[in-house]
């Protein structure tokens, strides 16, 4: 079965950095595409960051140059490193495994229950 | 960049209700466009891919279409667990993907 597990997230004063972690299990992290999407209080989804099986990572504008996507693989675990927070990053954030049906084809099949980072002073 | 809307943004029905949400995009997507459902507390679900196709395990009461700009999402028949937000998404501006702003469907 797979599953999803996100930790990492509490109350972070604007400025500062969190990392979150998301394990999985069921199947190989290393193997798929793995993504982060949010979603603010009483708002909708905003897809935040994407790792492909190769290495290549790829990030929404709004956190290009402060969040980097990683992966352990002999953890099986995804990672967001988030820097320089702030307060409208507040939100739930989910990890999500991408597949793909043909090269743009790609869903969010699995998700995890979701992580809230609170960024307030 | 891609934006998508949904209309309507929310809508009161009731059980047996046929139920149709509409997504557009801002340029022709072709058929790369999933649709997904969120109940309150509750992470996303996976409804439709590629415009129509239904992914395993979701009741056949669910059903997509459209392609280019216009899509569809319909309910035959509103049962008391389709009461929901859902969202669509589009894949066509891969690795840069963008959801809908959700459509809440509630009880009449």
């Known amino acids: 079965e797979v599953q999803l597990v996100e930790s990492g997230g509490g109350l972070i004063q604007p400025g500062g950095s969190l990392r979150l972690s998301c394990a999985a299990s069921?199947?190989?992290?290393?193997?798929?595409?793995m993504s982060w999407v949010r979603q603010a209080p009483g708002k909708g989804l905003e897809w935040v960051s994407v790792i492909y099986s190769g290495g290549s990572t790829y990030y929404a504008d709004s956190v290009k140059g402060r969040f980097t996507i990683s992966r352990d693989n002999s953890k099986n675990t995804l990672y967001l490193q988030m820097n320089s927070l702030r307060a409208e990053d507040t939100a739930v954030y989910y990890c999500?495994?991408?597949?793909?049906?043909?090269?743009?084809?790609?869903?969010?099949?699995?998700w995890g229950q979701g992580t809230l980072v609170t960024v307030s002073s | 960049d891609i934006q998508m809307t949904q209309s309507p943004s929310s809508l009161s029905a009731s059980v047996g209700d046929r139920v149709t949400i509409t997504c557009r995009a801002s340029q022709s997507i072709s058929s790369y466009l999933n649709w997904y459902q969120q109940k309150p507390g509750k992470a996303p679900k996976l409804l439709i891919y590629a415009a129509s196709s239904l992914q395993s395990g979701v009741p056949s009461r669910f059903s997509g279409s459209g392609s280019g700009t216009d899509f569809t999402l319909t309910i035959s028949s509103l049962q008391p667990e389709d009461f929901a937000t859902y969202y669509c998404q589009q894949s066509y501006s891969t690795p840069i993907f963008t959801f809908g702003p959700g459509t809440k469907v509630d009880i009449k």
């Open positions: 999500a495994s991408a597949n793909y049906y043909d090269s743009s084809g790609i869903l969010f099949d699995y």
């Open positions: 069921g199947f190989t992290v290393s193997s798929n595409y």
